[in-house]
């Protein structure tokens, strides 16, 4: 199969892993990587926000941002719109928490992990107090999934039905979940 016949979707929960296994995967693979999260910092960045930080979502203004989202479904509708032009063309790795149910063809992987390891590595990752982490955590899951209902009609987090693999990561270190998810990758595009 030809690199460009190659679509993956990777899909989760914030501090699901699926940024981390979408990288590796596409520098492995010598596909396109985008980013549901990178693509929104740039619609963020065109609005007045400065999404600079590598953690920009934990933030003060990262909430915002997703307000302004609940408010302005545009902003959701365009970066999905992007991003399945992007699958369309082929040849790329897409991390997004939506488009596995937006777009019809290509390997659909959902991570998921415990909250507790979620809160965990969203700590470590942005410097937040444990405890923090886990608030900011929670509402970001609940706010997300709310925006994708009542964008898409979609329950993410709960409707698993368009993934291949689904795949918990709570006790897999990173290589693990690479490796599994790389050889579906394999069996999928012999």
Same mark, same amino acid.
């Given at each position: 199969?030809?690199?460009?016949?190659?679509?993956?979707?990777?899909?989760? $929960?914030?501090?699901?892993?699926?940024?981390?296994?979408?990288? %590796?995967?596409?520098?492995?693979?010598?596909?396109?990587?985008?980013?549901?999260?990178?693509?929104l910092?740039?619609?963020?960045?065109?609005?007045?926000?400065?999404?600079?930080?590598? %953690?920009?979502?934990?933030?003060?203004?990262?909430?915002?941002?997703?307000? $302004?989202?609940?408010?302005?479904?545009?902003?959701?509708?365009?970066?999905?719109?992007?991003?399945? @032009?992007?699958?369309r063309?082929?040849?790329?790795?897409?991390? @997004?928490?939506?488009?596995?149910? /937006?777009?019809?063809?290509? $390997?659909?992987?959902?991570?998921?992990?415990?909250? @507790?390891?979620?809160?965990?590595?969203?700590?470590?990752?942005?410097?937040?107090?444990?405890?923090?982490?886990?608030?900011?955590?929670?509402?970001?899951? %609940?706010?997300?999934?709310? /925006?994708?209902?009542?964008?898409?009609?979609?329950?993410?987090?709960?409707?698993?039905?368009?993934?291949?693999?689904? /795949?918990d990561?709570?006790? $897999?270190?990173?290589?693990?979940?690479?490796?599994?998810?790389l050889?579906?990758?394999? @069996?999928?595009?012999?």
């Amino acid at each position: 199969m030809a690199r460009r016949d190659i679509v993956v979707l990777v899909s989760g $929960l914030a501090a699901s892993g699926k940024s981390t296994i979408s990288r %590796r995967l596409a520098e492995e693979l010598g596909l396109q990587l985008y980013s549901g999260g990178e693509v929104l910092k740039t619609i963020a960045a065109a609005r007045g926000f400065r999404p600079t930080q590598t %953690r920009w979502w934990e933030t003060s203004e990262g909430m915002a941002f997703l307000s $302004l989202r609940e408010r302005d479904l545009s902003i959701d509708r365009s970066c999905d719109e992007w991003l399945l @032009s992007r699958a369309r063309e082929g040849g790329v790795v897409i991390d @997004s928490w939506v488009l596995p149910w /937006l777009y019809d063809d290509g $390997l659909k992987i959902w991570l998921k992990a415990s909250k @507790s390891v979620r809160a965990e590595r969203l700590s470590r990752r942005s410097g937040l107090p444990l405890n923090e982490a886990v608030r900011v955590l929670e509402e970001r899951d %609940r706010r997300n999934i709310e /925006l994708y209902a009542r964008l898409y009609g979609i329950r993410v987090g709960s409707d698993y039905e368009p993934f291949h693999l689904i /795949l918990d990561t709570t006790t $897999l270190s990173s290589n693990s979940v690479y490796s599994v998810v790389l050889a579906a990758v394999r @069996s999928f595009y012999p």
